[in-house]
């Protein structure tokens, strides 16, 4: 949902609206009566809501470009992923991003929460975990030779890579989910969402944790 | 030098991570604050309207709908003039904006020279019941509102005639436009609810 007031272009648009608005509540008040002019304006805002947060739905997001950081020979690379960040295929995924070049990886573990929750800013428990989950995969990180720093991000992977990208900049996004199924990330439209939004190289890793522990468990037999 | 000094060039770059402009996101929430400031006006408006069970406006006031609906006309006429000057500078005519910019101004100035020639023809005080209280409490928050936007507009329109702003950079005219159409708004529906219905 965009505020009218966003630009003058929108304020004068809105101002158009507000004229015809009220011209046809006076109209028909005029004309018709009392009832007349009320009707008049439960069906124009009634109309006019429906309309103002449909057209927020199918309105495209404004892009992001972030600024270049860092020197040629470095490769920057946001990592936003929560359970699977330690995934191997994750892990494989960044070390083939940055050979060649001095890696600056920063994984973002966006703090996810339940929308209850996060109306009434009870967000310590999903923080917490979201940092314990970093720790780990940092630490799986460093013990695969990538070395990265970590942070907790914003419950909306959306505005977590965003808040990242202007601070950290980027030369690529990995976005790490679950396979398609058990993805709430892919249901929700995430990387579509971060296509459309970021200027950037987005990469979609998909890591199954479930085979890959498979594969742990059968390794020693 | 070390690796680390020459990484860092003066202080960090602000971090915002909002998507609109700072300037414009600080006018959003001015204007949502006098939505807010009108909104408890209009309140007031509505329960005196409904809690007197009277007709609107109660004998024996009356209100000067006409003339109010001629400038209702010329203020809704300004912001017209208003979103030509910021076009005509968009597209590089300078004097497109200087004729918008000052089109605006001397309406937006006609428009309060009569309310408050107005307000000295009405034969009611805002010390006449809550009808009188009411009515120059909104009709004088919005004038005061244009009185700001005029203010506004003066200087845009100086710095207009000055030479200033490009197609590139007229958030200087951009910000009155917004503040001056949401002056418009508040017109409307104030002549519309208090005036005609």
Known sequence: MRNPFRSEAEAYRFLLLTIGYFGAILIATLAGGKWAGLAIFAGLTLAGLYWFFRRGESERPVQTAPRRRGGEDERRILVIA?????GATLRETIRERTAGYRANVLVVSPALNSPLKHWVSDEDAARAGAQQRLDASLARLRESGVEAEGEVGDGNPLQAMEDALRTFGADE???????????????????????????????????DLEAESEDVRQAPT | MSAHTEAHHGPPEAHQSSRVDARVLGMFLFIASEVMLFGSFFTAYFFVRVSGHQPWPPHPFHLPVFVAGINTAILVTSSFTMHWGLTSIKRGNRAGLQAGLLLTFLMG???????????????????DQAFGTIFY??????????????????????????GHYTPEAHQGVEIPGIYWHFVDVMWIVVYSTVYIL
């Open chain 2, 137 to 162: 409490c909104l009709t004088g928050l919005h004038g005061a509102h244009v009185f700001v936007g005029l203010m506004l507009l003066l200087f845009a329109t100086i710095r207009a005639f000055r």
């Open chain 1, 173 to 207: 996004i990995v976005i790490s989910t679950h396979p398609e199924g058990r993805s709430n990330w892919l249901e929700r439209g995430v990387v579509t969402g971060a296509r459309e939004r970021f200027v950037v190289p987005i990469t979609h890793v998909v890591v």
């Open chain 2, 109 to 127: 100035l006609t428009f309060l020279l009569t309310q408050i020639r107005e307000y000295s023809r009405l034969g009611f005080a805002p010390s």
């Open chain 1, 82 to 86: 929560n359970e699977t960040v330690g």
